[in-house]
């Protein structure tokens, strides 16, 4: 590294307070932005800009459009105090062609001075009251300056006691000093597309002269953004594969298994089933995806390999996010293998858990179903060969972690019925092979969806009735559990004693919620599932994996709290068997974007095309916001608009892969200085273990 370099580095180290104008107090302010560093200063990159390079004659100004207007006052501004610490300012000056009232409010001590015989370029927009036209001041200044007027200026987000204004004069201080910034991305890749220099793209971010300009920069951060992470998840997974893996031979004892089935598994389960039996003997460890619609069959499809791998001798983990459905994917495991395999049930609330889990490392079972509690660090297996994690959605790629390393490189399964368009499922799941179950078993109707309003509720409760006595079951799906101050939305409990006083006093009404003891909810779902209730009324408990094929309603209240993918999913609990079944959205929509999400829950039920809508809808930082998928968040890139620069970025972190699995060459030190950043930020060291 030369000594420039080294400077240089020295410099994006340094905390801010190096620079002029920042003392300990404004460095404090700049803390809770997450700046402390020149670094973070200058990447911390605008949130949006104003074309302020138009200057206009007051005459060619559109009322509300924002626009420059050059002016010479004609009188001193005028003050009018309205409240202690608020003025309105009238500022009467002429353009030279018409005369106009400047106006604004601002504090009585932000009042600029007018210095005579100047011209002030002023940026705001024209209105017209009561015909007569003013012009709305957003910014003035001398036209001399013009270091906010006739250009491009940039807008940050900024916090109490530090402006947009502020932020911007400290960058340009920052960024006046800053000469070089090392570059991450391989000269060949910036040739091939195009893609401007790193130090440029970062002065252009804060200081674009023209929207193209901006498009440029930003294109190529995103580029790298996603470069880093491609690569990032690469690293991944090409270190798995220098692991060995258990071989199993399953292909036999899954056939064995298959034909003992009720039905005749879905070409979409074949296909799948094919796809793991490959990775289980193959000696590399397997790392796939299992993705397909609600309802498609994912669950015979973890049963037949785990079937497959208690016959070779070795132990099988299958971790679900709730308990009811680790509960109940207990029972179906139980039913189709009798006593042939041995089970266990292992969740944090089962009875004897010790025991259970000493038994496990002692080999007394093959397969252990769970919750999290499976991850805890009591819990030990004695040849752990396969770990499947259920609705992989639900985990972070953390936890998805921790299960793999209760085994030595055991093979893994992730099962999602989220289904990720290809831009995301590349990110998300980047280091992960997958089959995507398309087709739904035999017999399956399309599940019909109403959107109803609250006052038609009555009616729809009725429909139940009749669905009952064709000898169907309904799900009632509230937001709440009791009743709120502060929250307006139906509560189970509301609704036991509404309608199972009212109109369902002669039905079998259930319930169950997030807040009774596991074995209460256990005992209601097994009546349920067994056909003891005709109507279970339910929080999101019921959200993901429950299965009861004979459920042909689901009625969901305040639909508006939920997201798309969480109604899909909820829509998902009936449409399983041969009946025709149907979804019912209650909610008044009091915004456009409820409406809208109603509309496409009615119009498609194609799961895809639903979880880009979702994302389309909740923009893809929401999508992230929780970081429950596990991945860093992005700060330039969106993945959902940025979908042409992820396939370049990706197939350039391949071609470098293929060459360089280690990325061991000079040109990657600095991306893997990157990698290692983005995977100190965030809790998913463990994936390296
Ligand atoms: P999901 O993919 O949502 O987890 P499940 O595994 O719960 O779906 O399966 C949904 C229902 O479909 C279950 O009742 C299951 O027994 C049934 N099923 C699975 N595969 C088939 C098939 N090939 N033919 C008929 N029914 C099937
Ligand atoms: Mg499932």
Sequence with gaps: MDRHNAKQIEYLNSPITILKGIGSKKASLYSKLGITTIWDLVYYFPSGYEDRRIVRRINECQIGEMCCIKIRPLRQIVERRLKPKLSLFLLYGTDGFENVTIKWFSAPYAKPTIKSGHIYTIYGALTSQNGKKEFDMHYIEDSAEKKYTECIVPTYHATSGLTTKTICETVSV?????????????????????????????????????????????????????????????????????KKGVIIKAADNIREFAKRLPFELTDGQKETINDICRDLKNGIPMNR????????????????VMYA?????????????????????????????????????????????????????QGVYDIIVGTHALIENNVKFSNLALCITDEQHRFGV??????????????????????????????????????????????????????????????????????????????IVCPLVEDSETIDASSVESMISSLKNGVYSDLRVGYVHGKMKSDEKDTVMNSFKSGELDI?????????????????????????????????????????????????????????????????????????????????????????????????????????????????AV?????????????????????????????DKFDGNDIFN
């Design 289 to 304: 995806l299992v993705q397909g619609d609600v309802g498609c069959g994912k669950t015979v499809v973890a049963a037949a």
């Design 651 to 679: 197939e350039s972190a391949n071609e470098i892969i293929l060459n360089d699995p280690e990325l061991s060459s000079y040109e990657m030190v600095d991306i893997k200085n990157r990698i290692r950043d983005l995977f």
């Design 398 to 475: 953390n936890q998805r972690a921790l299960l793999g390393a209760k085994g030595e490189s055991p093979h893994i399964l992730v099962m999602s019925a989220t289904p990720i368009p290809r831009t995301l499922s590349l990110i998300l799941y980047g280091d992960l092979d997958i089959s995507v179950i398309k087709s739904m078993p035999k017999g399956r109707q399309k599940i019909l969806t109403y959107h109803i309003d609250e006052k038609t509720k009555n009616r729809a409760y009725g429909f139940l009735k009749t669905e009952v006595e064709k000898k169907h079951q309904c799900y």
């Design 174 to 242: 920052a960024l006046d000093s800053l000469e070089i910034l090392s570059e991450c991305i391989p000269d060949h890749i910036l040739k091939k597309y195009n893609l401007v220099p790193v130090l440029d793209a970062v002065k252009k971010m804060h200081r674009p002269e023209s929207f193209e300009d901006l498009k440029n920069a930003r294109d190529r951060l995103a580029f790298e953004e996603l470069f880093v992470l491609t690569l990032a998840l690469s690293s991944v997974k090409g270190r798995r594969k220098e």
């Design 536 to 648: 279970l009324i339910s929080t999101t408990v019921i959200e993901v994996g429950v299965d009861v094929p004979n459920a042909t309603v689901m009625l969901i209240e305040n639909a508006e709290r939920f997201g798309l993918s969480q109604l899909h999913q909820l829509r998902g609990r009936v449409g399983r068997g041969d009946e025709q079944s149907y979804c019912i959205l209650v909610s008044d929509c009091k915004t456009e974007n409820c409406r809208e999400r109603m509309k496409i829950m009615t119009q498609t039920d194609d799961g895809f095309v639903i979880a880009q809508k979702d994302m389309e809808l909740r923009g893809s930082g929401q999508f992230f916001g929780t970081r429950q998928h596990g991945v860093p968040e992005l700060k330039i890139a969106n993945l959902f608009s940025d979908a042409h620069i992820l396939q370049k």
């Design 309 to 361: 791998c208690s016959k070779s001798g070795y132990q099988s983990a299958f971790m679900a996010p709730t308990e009811i459905l680790a509960q109940q994917h207990y029972k179906t495991l139980k039913n189709l293998f009798g006593d042939e395999v041995r089970i266990a049930l292992y969740t944090s609330s089962v009875k004897g858990k010790n025991k259970i889990s000493e038994d496990i490392s």
